[in-house]
């Protein structure tokens, strides 16, 4: 397993892509984010997150989300209410479908001149990363529970 110095002083590892704080009210640096890129890079899925939220439980709920360009995100859609994205670093493109995957429209977020994206649609929505990395804060409702995000599948 990937050696995290600096996020195992501020978190706790849930999972081999996920952390969470260890109390509310934490910071955070550029140390962190090259510690959550090197997790990404040795895992299969090519992502990792820093939850800002010590609990699954919490009703708010903030990550600090890297992704490699080669990581994919499944269509999906939140059940219980929105989220937001602010872009840290790099780009991607966030891509809304309707009920049977057709294409309705993409959006652009970029931490240089298009950083913030909100999505409080009940249209399935995923991340397509264009730079080498997406590094972004995520920000939504809670709590976590896998009957609240319903991914698309085709019929």
């Keep these: 397993m990937t050696e995290t110095p600096q996020l ?44 800002l939220h010590p609990s699954p439980d919490e009703h708010h709920q903030e990550m600090l989300i890297v992704l490699q360009k080669s990581a994919i995100e499944m269509p999906q859609r939140r059940k219980n209410g929105f989220d937001s994205k602010i872009a840290l670093e790099g780009r991607a493109t966030m891509r809304f479908f309707d009920e049977r995957g057709e294409l309705l ?40 529970l896998p009957e609240t995000t319903q991914f698309w599948r085709p019929e």
């Design 8 to 51: 195992d002083e501020i978190a706790i590892r849930t999972a081999p892509e996920v952390f969470h704080a260890r109390q509310w009210g934490m910071s955070w640096n550029q140390e962190i984010i090259n510690e959550l890129k090197e997790v990404a890079i040795a895992s299969p899925r090519r992502r990792s997150r820093l939850c």
């Design 105 to 144: 429209s993409r959006c652009v977020i970029d931490a240089g001149t298009n950083p913030y994206l909100h999505t409080r649609s009940l249209k399935f929505h995923c991340l397509e990363i264009v730079s080498e990395w997406f590094v972004f804060l995520e920000i939504c409702k809670g709590p976590f």
